[in-house]
T-cell receptor, first 113, second 109 residues
Framework: EPEVTQTPSHQVTQMGQEVILRCVPISNHLYFYWYRQILGQKVEFLVSFYNNEISEKSEIFDDQFSVERPDGSNFTLKIRSTKLEDSAMYFC???????????FGPGTRLTVL | AQRVTQPEKLLSVFKGAPVELKCNYSYSGSPELFWYVQYSRQRLQLLLR??SRESIKGFTADLNKGETSFHLKKPFAQEEDSAMYYC???????????FGAGTRLFVKA
């Protein structure tokens, strides 16, 4: 069964550095999402992406964040200048249509030192 | 404001006992409600959604619009049900999914 994949599984970075988290959604899916979960807190929506543009974003998704679908398979989340409070588990998700089930990746644990 | 509340952080029951994981929501409109489950060392996965009105792994959930609740129930808990359970909401026509804080279910032998 096809799955959403994410790399790396764990990323450690210094405060102020740029990081790119990578996701490969399921191949025939059209809607893509990023969520994050700070340790001990709830899963929070960051951004949704459809038809090569952001369709919705949360207040967390400020100018430090960006998303891209650079080719037909990858979906990336970039954090330009990481802060300590960006340390979290970042989940990618995709779905085929807006009514279908959302499938989650295994997550990337980002640690900002 | 859209909000999902799961009042219990941890629920511990014995095997064979009934389980009810509570979820209340706040949304001005007709939302879609979901339950997601995350087993140890596994990814988040959909357990069930209210529009399907189905039973998955013995779990059911009924949307009560009057009480704005979507409680998850199972008549006889099994040890393999031990996991983190998240109630979630998506607004009609919206893209984002709002999650509750989650309830850890621990089923004791």
């Amino acid at each position: 069964e096809p799955e959403v994949t994410q790399t790396p599984s764990h990323q450690v970075t210094q405060m102020g550095q740029e990081v790119i988290l990578r996701c490969v959604p399921i191949s025939n899916h059209l809607y893509f999402y990023w969520y994050r979960q700070i340790l001990g807190q709830k899963v929070e929506f960051l951004v949704s992406f459809y038809n090569n543009e952001i369709s919705e974003k949360s207040e967390i998704f400020d100018d430090q964040f960006s998303v891209e679908r650079p080719d037909g398979s990858n979906f990336t989340l970039k954090i330009r200048s990481t802060k300590l409070e960006d340390s979290a588990m970042y989940f990618c998700a995709s779905r085929r249509t807006s009514a279908d089930t959302q499938y989650f990746g295994p997550g990337t644990r980002l640690t900002v030192l | 404001a859209q909000r999902v509340t799961q009042p219990e952080k941890l629920l511990s029951v014995f095997k064979g006992a009934p389980v009810e994981l509570k979820c209340n929501y706040s949304y001005s409109g007709s939302p879609e409600l979901f339950w997601y489950v995350q087993y140890s060392r596994q990814r988040l996965q959909l357990l069930l959604r209210h529009i399907s009105r189905e039973s998955i792994k013995g779990f059911t959930a009924d949307l009560n619009k009057g009480e704005t609740s979507f409680h998850l129930k199972k008549p006889f808990a099994q040890e393999e049900d031990s996991a983190m359970y998240y109630c979630a909401l998506r607004g009609g026509g919206g893209f984002k999914t709002i999650f509750g804080a989650g309830t850890r279910l621990f089923v004791k032998a």
